[in-house]
């Protein structure tokens, strides 16, 4: 696959470029793929991620393990594994009991409608993938760490 040869040869372009050029040692690499063939090797990735948009989830939270392992596979070794965009966000008890250990999701924001219309186009506001009680559940369970529970730095 040409694209995904070429994206490779970007990356690691790029990473070699910042890290052995200019000396940018503080960076962290997250790779985001949805097919391992684009995948540009464990010594330049720190952290691979996966975008799910579930349309059948229909309001369980699950876990979504099976993504998870599927984007653990990309990797020879073990490699954090973060749901960098999401439309349902997965039950913290669902993650724990499946061990699908997310290091972080990120809920995609409203696009294409008012905030607080429930429309599939309103990821956050609206309550048409994730309820607000939802939110507030998985906001303050004890194994979801927010900005305000980081140390100040």
Do not use: C
Request: proline fraction near 5%; glycine fraction near 6%; charge should be negative.
């Amino acid at each position: 696959m040409p694209q995904a040869y070429a994206n490779i040869l970007l990356w690691r372009h790029l990473y070699d470029r910042l890290v052995n050029v200019h000396r940018i040692h503080n960076l962290i690499w997250v790779w985001n793929g949805q097919d391992p063939a684009w995948y540009p090797g464990d010594d330049v990735v720190d952290v691979s991620s996966l975008d799910i948009y579930d349309n059948a989830d229909n309001k369980t939270y699950k876990s979504q393990l099976a993504s998870y392992q599927q984007t653990q596979q990309s990797s020879a070794e073990k490699k954090l594994i973060a749901l960098s965009e999401n439309s349902y966000i997965p039950d913290p008890d669902k993650i724990a009991a499946d061990g699908a250990w997310w290091l972080w999701f990120m809920t995609w924001s409203d696009g294409g409608g008012a905030a607080g219309v429930s429309d599939p186009n309103n990821f956050w506001t609206g309550e048409y993938y994730n309820t607000n009680a939802h939110k507030v559940r998985v906001y303050n369970h004890p194994k979801v760490i927010t900005l305000d529970k980081l140390p100040k730095f």
